[in-house]
């Protein structure tokens, strides 16, 4: 059965190492849904959240692919823990004198942040999940919408950090605790 | 101590082990061969940078060492893609370093300038570019490391002509590769080695398949005491050959589509496989919903990404294989399993009165009688048989009983066409003591046989066997079996390859019927010097079986019309 599975992956931030992930993933066949790319908490190291669309055992194997990248230190299935996952979107939606005070309302409604206001436009900024913002979406669109950015999914596990060791189990289980080593 | 990146290059090379290596001069790279002179390290003049690349294969695949090949810019790297893609699926440790124009003139289109590292990266393990003569020292060693360690494979290094022609303090001690996320493979749990045992100890009908992880772990011995002590019949994957030797009673022989019968049937009818550093390729298994139905799968091999990837497995031990059998044996009992091998025997028995080995001298010459003569004159001594990609190449697996590891390279993954010649130069520049012969067909032989030119000059004493049909063969087995014998550009001219070998200052000889193959192989061997045999065999040989592809593993197409002569006849 395939679903969405979220990954988080450290790389070393090094050059060209964008590329190397996405090729392994076109190289391999699969799709990306969802790709954010940032700074994470070490120096050197930065994090990736990526979305993809596979099955379990699709996802094991593209998680022993990417271990197999030199400059990835780690990667993670967050898929099915406990996690906060987050987009950030800005969207620019037509507003005049007539709509701009029941736009803001909904914007109100869905915790999203008026943050420039032109004579016939309203950029809003809404920090949520995916499905969030696809419903601010839907509401908007009756009044027009100009532009939209967003960045994709970024996502953290709930709770304390994973420890970041080499168990002695087997190559599931290890994968399982984000282990990677290169081969 | 100051050095230029050129001399930082060949002074690692030569801290790393490297003695040889196959390269083609040209512009960007022009620093570091001005270089080469002060260091002491042999060069072989190629005649094509694809050359270069299969004799760093050959040279690694020979001796377990990496081989090295160097090349210009532009073409000069390009014509290594095939090379590298080769090395790739094969799993050979080979670092591949090309010239690059100068770091300023990256991304303007320069003359000859091209972005390898973008175009190599799906067929490398791992690239780099150097742009600084500061990180040469770091970038051989971790190439080196990455190349040679886990699931080794082909590394390149483009160096720009700045980073070879500016100077830095050498520091080898302090160069040491920096890379966080890598690691050794873990050692595998004892509840899974103890499934694992459990599951050999418990089979009836099991098989062991052995892959190329068995020679390139050098677990050879391992894997002979696993069979012998739970007497467990082995089957060997093309690239397996030599990692358990072909005249062992429990040696079935090779698997797969142009495997014989018997070894197919066995894993179609066995209760167990246990994979050896093998990756269930598609030649392997044909039909995946029907391979081994019936069969529990216990699959160890270094890479993970293997793991369920063509076959669902039971029990999957990661490792490094010779640990993982170290840690298995102890856990596996003495055993006698003499019905199944009894069995098996019969079905063998079946099919080996219809050997063409068997058949009378009809005044025809075969590829098989001259692969197996090959055979009966070498197979005692030191002999490395080096073969290209197609029909002669799987008779060579039929017909060569290979004892030695490390005594057949051919390419299996990518099957190379043009691999087995220069190939073969690698191999006897890593073991010059060591007889080496190239198997070619008159198509292969065509793609690279200007490296006879690179044998001649640098002197390699190889022998190569040209099995000579006139056709791309394989090519039209497909299509007299699949295509209604429609030989759409199959047929194939070539030229008097006597008098080419001559040419090239290099002794030629032929053989068209059977009563001469025996004197020319000994001619072949006498000769000090390459030597170019040309072998005029059956136009039109098929290789049997066959398994189709993408066909029942047990469904093969079997040789026609039972021929009823014994070894009597």
Redesign the interface.
């Given at each position: 059965m395939t679903t969405m599975h979220t990954l988080a992956i450290y790389v070393e931030d090094r050059p060209g190492v964008l590329n190397r992930v996405a090729s392994l993933f076109r190289r391999r066949g699969f799709n990306i849904h969802s790709l954010a790319v940032g700074h994470s908490e070490t120096a050197g190291v930065s994090r990736m959240t990526t979305v993809v669309h596979t099955d379990a055992g699709g996802a094991l194997r593209l998680r022993a692919h990417l271990n197999k990248l030199v400059h990835v230190v780690r990667v993670e299935d967050i898929t099915h823990r406990s996690s906060i996952v987050r987009d950030l979107a800005l969207i620019k939606v037509t507003a005049d004198h007539a709509t701009r005070s029941s736009l803001m309302q909904l914007a109100q409604v869905f915790d999203a942040r008026v943050v420039d206001v032109a004579a016939d436009s309203l950029v809003l900024e809404m920090t949520a999940s995916a499905s969030r913002i696809d419903a601010l979406l839907e509401v908007l669109r009756p009044y027009g919408l100009v532009e939209m950015a967003r960045t994709g999914r970024i996502a953290m596990t709930r709770g304390p950090a994973a420890e970041l060791s080499i168990p002695s189990a087997g190559f599931e289980r290890e994968a399982e605790a984000g282990v990677s080593y290169s081969v | 101590m100051t050095m230029t990146g050129a001399q930082i290059l060949w002074e690692s090379l030569v801290r790393e082990g490297v003695t040889d290596v196959f390269g083609y001069p040209g512009g960007a790279i022009l620093p570091a061969y001005d270089a080469l002179l002060e260091f002491p390290i042999r060069h072989t003049l190629v005649r094509h940078e694809q050359g270069a690349t299969h004799m760093a294969d050959g040279y690694a695949r020979a001796s377990g060492r990496v081989g090295v090949a160097i090349a210009t810019s532009g073409p000069g790297a390009t014509n290594m893609v095939t090379g590298l893609a080769t090395a790739m699926m094969d799993s050979s440790p080979i670092v591949c370093i090309t010239g690059q124009v100068g770091s300023r003139l990256i991304g303007s289109d320069a003359f000859q300038e091209i972005d390898i590292?973008?175009i190599t990266?799906?067929v490398t393990?791992?690239n780099y570019?150097v742009t600084r003569p500061d990180d040469v020292a770091s970038t051989v060693r971790e190439a080196f490391l990455?190349a040679r360690s886990?699931?080794p494979g082909p590394v390149l290094i483009d160096i720009t002509k700045d980073a070879q022609q500016g100077s830095c303090e050498f520091d080898w001690e302090g160069a040491g590769p920096s890379?966080?996320?890598?690691?050794?493979?873990?050692?595998?749990?004892e509840?899974?080695v103890a499934a694992a045992a459990a599951l050999v100890n418990g089979a009836e009908r099991p098989v062991i398949l052995a892959g190329h992880g068995v020679l390139i772990s050098g677990a050879m011995q391992e894997l002979r005491t696993l069979a012998e002590r739970a007497d467990i019949p082995v089957a060997v994957t093309l690239l397996g050959i030599g990692g358990f030797p072909a005249s062992h009673p429990l040696n079935l022989g090779m698997m797969g589509m142009h495997g014989e019968a018997w070894v197919n049937l066995a894993i179609q009818e066995a209760d167990l496989l246990v994979a050896c550093g093998m990756r269930f390729d598609d030649r392997v298994t044909g039909n995946l919903r029907t391979y081994a139905p019936h069969a529990r799968k216990i699959h160890m091999d270094?890479?993970?990404?293997e793991?369920?990837?063509n076959v669902a497995v039971d029990v999957?031990l990661?490792g490094d294989l010779q640990g993982t059998l170290e840690q298995l044996l102890p856990a596996i009992r003495r055993n006698d399993r003499r019905p199944w091998n009894a069995r098996i025997a019969a079905n063998k028995g079946d099919a080996a009165v219809r050997d063409i080995q068997f058949l009378p001298d009809d005044g025809h010459l075969y590829a098989a009688h001259v692969i197996n003569d090959l055979w009966r004159a070498t197979h005692e001594s030191d002999t490395v048989i080096v073969t290209d990609v197609g029909q002669h190449q799987m008779w060579e697996a039929q017909y060569y009983h290979h004892d030695a590891p490390r005594s057949l390279i051919t390419s299996g993954g990518l099957g190379t066409m043009g691999f087995a010649v220069p190939a073969a130069i690698g191999a006897k520049r890593a073991r010059p003591e060591a007889e080496v012969w190239a198997i070619v067909g008159d198509g292969g032989f065509q793609m690279t046989m200007c490296e006879l030119a690179t044998a001649v000059q640098d002197d390699v004493q190889i022998k190569v066997a040209i099995i000579n049909n006139g056709f791309l063969g394989m090519v039209r087995q497909w299509q007299e079996f699949f295509y209604e014998r429609r030989y759409a550009a199959t047929p194939l001219s070539g030229p008097d390859f006597v008098k080419l070998a001559e040419a090239f200052g290099i002794l030629g000889l032929g053989a068209a019927c059977r009563s001469d193959v025996q004197e020319v192989i000994a001619t072949a061997r006498r000769h000090r010097g390459p030597v170019v045999v040309d072998f005029r065999v059956e136009q039109e040989d098929t290789v049997y079986p066959m398994v189709p592809a993408g066909a029942d593993l047990h469904a093969m197409i079997r040789r026609p019309n039972p021929i009823v002569e014994t070894a009597d006849d």
């Open positions: - | 590292t973008g990266l799906p393990k791992h570019l990455i886990g699931r890379l966080p996320g890598w690691r050794h493979a873990p050692t595998i749990a509840d899974l270094i890479d993970p990404s793991i369920n990837k999957a990661v």
